[in-house]
């Protein structure tokens, strides 16, 4: 089974809807969870940590559920700049000295 | 400024050459990380050096050589390289080496071989 899984997508949404995406991971000791945006050709980068309690930045909202093992991302109101692959990442090692087990990644395209 | 530097960000060679490519912080981070990027876009870590010392070496072939000169750097010399070494290789950086911390990227360093 692999660490962290997502569904590839793409997915293609029209501007201004919301969309969804769940991430699963295997091990139960992870601790820090993460999703990164990764555009065409260009570095990951971060665009929110995932807190046990759920957390929100904008139109953006995380949410971690321990117990199934996954973690979402929901984005509201989509604009045309949202359109990437966002990485779905994970701490595989439980703390500690580690890097970060990413998953492959979900394509979003936001038509207009 | 950039945050995370590396170069070079092409780097087009043959089969069997020895290359590096470098990367640098200015963030004070204490740790560093390399990464690659295959062409089914799944990135992997290779090495995670903490204040120059080597604290994550994953299953990756002994050609690979990271080399940290102080904890600003993290360089990767690579030997005889492969066909199958073609990626895209990513330095990344964090405050720590606990991972709760998120990594900042370097831009990445597109290796082709011939």
């Known amino acids: 089974r692999k660490e962290v899984e997502q569904d590839p997508g793409p997915f293609n949404v029209p501007e201004g809807a919301t969309v969804a995406f769940n991430c699963t991971y295997s091990?139960?000791?992870?601790?820090?969870f993460f999703w990164y945006r990764q555009d065409c050709r260009k570095e990951p980068k971060l665009l929110m940590s995932?807190?046990?309690s759920g957390n929100e930045d904008g139109r953006f909202t995380a949410q971690l559920n321990r117990a199934s093992q996954y973690i979402s991302l929901l984005i509201r109101d989509s604009k045309l700049s949202d359109s990437a692959t966002y990485l779905c990442v994970v701490n595989i090692g439980g703390g500690g000295a580690d890097g970060l087990t990413f998953g492959k990644g979900t394509h979003l395209i936001i038509q207009p | 400024d950039t945050a995370v530097s590396q170069t070079p960000k092409y780097l087009v060679t043959q089969m069997g050459n020895d290359k590096s490519i470098k990367c640098e912080q200015n963030?004070?981070?204490?740790?560093m990380y390399w990464y690659k990027q295959d062409s089914k876009k799944f990135l992997k870590i290779m090495f995670s050096y903490n204040n120059k010392e080597l604290i994550i070496n994953e299953t990756v072939p002994n050609r690979f050589s990271p080399k940290s000169p102080d904890k600003a750097h993290l360089n990767l010399h690579i030997n005889s390289l492969e066909l199958g070494d073609s990626a895209v290789y990513f330095c990344?950086?964090?405050?720590?080496?606990?991972?709760?911390?998120?990594?900042?990227f370097g831009d990445g360093t597109r290796l082709s071989i011939l």
């Open positions: 963030l004070g981070h204490d740790t």
């Open positions: 091990n139960s000791a992870s601790q820090s």
């Open positions: 990344a950086s964090s405050p720590g080496p606990y991972s709760n911390q998120p990594q900042h």
């Open positions: 995932v807190y046990s």
